[in-house]
């Protein structure tokens, strides 16, 4: 599905003037720990006997010092890229020494923070995540305080009632999800299109975002109004924030974004432009719950926040590898909204936010 990288100059250049980092020699805070022993023992179950590859950045590089540290504790092998070390930022492919050590790996974390137009390195790293079956824990745009919340989750708990929820939406027809702030949305399921479970327990047949807790489909159509007081996705996602006092309201019609609007102009603008990227960019590609209970309200932060109790959709690519859809984008951008009623089949499962299913 997605292009392999090929060798540039620019990567060959940097790898030869920078040593690899050691990160297990970099001092990190142990408040750490609880949200990166999650991570390795819970959620990856990682082996003494398996192959880590290990991917951050400079602004990450505390964080993935403490997961490294983890992996040590369990005495597995693991090589740490730092990107900046190998590559240009914002990243145009991913850097071939890190393809071929994921080549040759059982597990993967990929700790980042997100830059513009770095979706399709991504999409690289996912290609050969899918192909060679990877337990990879995805965690774009971790920071401190989602490592000392939503990481800190009950993720047994948290599958408990992903699994109680994934059981009910699969048989669905449709959902339809409201809240106070004008959100009224219906979702037409397509029985050819699987759902997934994503709920921090990690296994080789779909990668998964840490902190964990969604069950998600590419929905058959969905049509409606979504009042997006949460937060949207990708690197719009850094640069505006909290979209509770500024909301930005959409127009869902045939599955495509027909309109946008917000008192945040910019935001209005940047949002439009990127769901018109490429002909598949407006195109609804993932209908999702978020099951996360742990999670006690939106921070601004995507990686935590889509894992929050209600519904969230996204525009673009629709991961078809996994949902079985059949058509591509080299776009996705997820909105988050806040409290919401929800409705499978006419049968109530959230009322304000709060799950009427115990977990």
């Excluded at 740490?80 to 190998?86: A, F, G």
Aim: charge should be negative; aromatic fraction near 8%; glycine fraction near 6%.
């Amino acid at each position: 599905m997605f292009l392999q990288p090929g060798p540039s100059d620019s990567w060959m250049k940097t790898a030869e003037t920078q040593p690899q980092r050691q990160l297990n020699q970099l001092p990190f805070d142990p408040e750490l720990t609880p949200g990166a022993r999650n991570a390795v023992q819970v959620c990856l179950r990682v082996q003494p006997s398996e192959k880590v590859t290990v991917i951050t950045d400079l602004v990450t590089l505390e964080i993935a010092a403490a997961l490294v540290h983890e992996l040590e504790a369990v005495g597995c092998r693991y090589n740490s890229w730092v990107l900046e070390d190998v590559a240009e930022r914002p990243l145009t492919d991913l850097p071939l020494p890190i393809v071929e050590d994921l080549e040759s790996c059982q597990v993967s974390i990929f700790a980042v923070q997100a830059q513009t137009n770095e979706l399709k390195s991504r999409m690289q790293m996912t290609d050969v995540v899918n192909r060679k079956k990877i337990r990879h824990a995805h965690m774009v745009n971790i920071n401190r305080q989602i490592m000392l919340e939503g990481m800190r989750a009950d993720f047994q708990r948290v599958d408990r009632l992903s699994t109680k929820v994934a059981e009910r939406v699969r048989v669905a027809k449709q959902i339809r999800a409201k809240t106070a702030a004008g959100t009224d949305l219906t979702a037409d399921f397509n029985p050819n299109y699987r759902w997934l479970k994503t709920s921090g327990i990690i296994s080789p047949e779909k990668w998964g975002n840490l902190p964990g807790g969604e069950v998600f489909t590419t929905p058959g159509e969905v049509n409606g109004t979504f009042v997006i007081d949460g937060v949207v996705g990708d690197y719009l996602c850094a640069k505006f924030g909290d979209l509770k006092a500024n909301p930005l309201t959409i127009q869902v019609k045939g599955n495509r974004v027909v309109e946008a609007h917000s008192s945040n102009r910019e935001l209005q603008n940047d949002f439009w432009a990127y769901t018109h990227t490429d002909e598949n960019s407006d195109r609804v590609g993932e209908f999702a719950i978020g099951t996360n209970i742990e999670l006690k309200d939106v921070i601004g932060q995507i990686l935590q926040d889509e894992k929050y109790p209600g519904v969230h959709i996204a525009f673009g690519n629709p991961y078809g590898a996994h949902t079985g859809a059949e058509w591509y984008s080299s776009t996705h951008i997820d909105v988050v909204g806040r409290k919401f009623d929800i409705w499978v089949d006419n049968e109530q499962i959230m009322r304000g936010g709060q799950f009427l299913i115990e977990a």
